[in-house]
């Protein structure tokens, strides 16, 4: 059960954080979807040859580069920040500042609590994604006319970063159930998230590390596959189970946990 009273209060206690941030995607997915064209690409290519990074740029299509740029790095940096950030101030920060206690003494469950925060942070990461996508599409319409762009591989890509964000939201959001002290909820709630994603820049950089990405969920975001037209749906299907596997354990945690009120 969500309390509708505590979820207005999170939600406006976070709309600023959630504004800056969903306009710096957007603004982000605006420019690289006008500004790319073939002479990009080239100056691209000139600009990484002979170096570490030459190995990133094997799409020459337009979806192709906006996956290895855009959905690759910047589109999962902010979000990922966004996660980090807000699951923590949900519950680890306020039971360590010891404004939970205040919630826990009026007759709303714990399970309650728990559940709210949860849909707080899945909601506005759903918002946050699909107003991207949005202006993505009305982009691709504006300045992409002469591009062969396949309007349902892009919305994959964009279903597809939703369920990584879903699932390691989970993450960051299970850790914060989990501990009492903000410290100790970052260290795992930001440190596993992005260690993820340090991976797998990592192996996409370097062709002799290649198989480091195998070790982290943002494997399972396979963007070459969105592109080439053949989405791997069990991929996708993982990703889910992560998230509703991960948010269920942090409402079990929650429940049972001692917490210093």
Request: proline share 3%; net charge neutral.
């Amino acid at each position: 059960m969500i309390n509708p009273t505590i979820f207005k209060q999170t939600m406006k206690s976070n709309r600023k954080l959630w504004l800056i941030f969903t306009i710096v995607l957007c603004a982000l997915q605006l420019i690289f979807v006008t500004f790319f064209d073939s002479s990009t690409l080239t100056g691209m290519e000139n600009l990484v040859k002979g170096t570490p990074l030459e190995n990133m740029l094997t799409q020459t299509s337009f979806l192709g580069m906006l996956a290895q740029t855009y959905y690759s790095i910047h589109g999962i940096i902010f979000p990922l920040i966004f996660v980090i950030m807000t699951a923590n101030s949900l519950i680890a920060a306020q039971v360590d500042r010891g404004s939970m206690a205040y919630l826990l003494s009026t007759p709303t469950k714990r399970s309650t609590i728990v559940l709210t925060q949860a849909a707080y942070l899945i909601v506005a990461l759903f918002a946050m994604i699909l107003l991207e996508t949005i202006v993505g599409v009305f982009a691709i319409q504006l300045f992409q006319t002469e591009a062969d762009v396949v309007i349902s591989d892009f919305l994959l890509l964009n279903v597809g970063l939703f369920l990584l964000m879903f699932a390691t939201s989970g993450i960051s959001f299970f850790f914060s159930s989990l501990f009492n002290l903000s410290k100790n909820s970052l260290a795992f709630g930001a440190g596993i998230p992005l260690a993820f994603f340090l991976c797998q820049i990592v192996s996409t950089v370097d062709a002799s590390l290649e198989n480091v990405k195998y070790v982290t969920i943002n494997a399972l975001f396979d963007t070459k596959s969105i592109v080439a037209g053949n989405p791997e749906w069990w991929k996708f299907g993982i990703l889910a189970v992560v998230g509703i596997v991960l948010f269920s354990a942090s409402v079990e945690v929650f429940k049972r946990k001692d917490l210093p009120l």
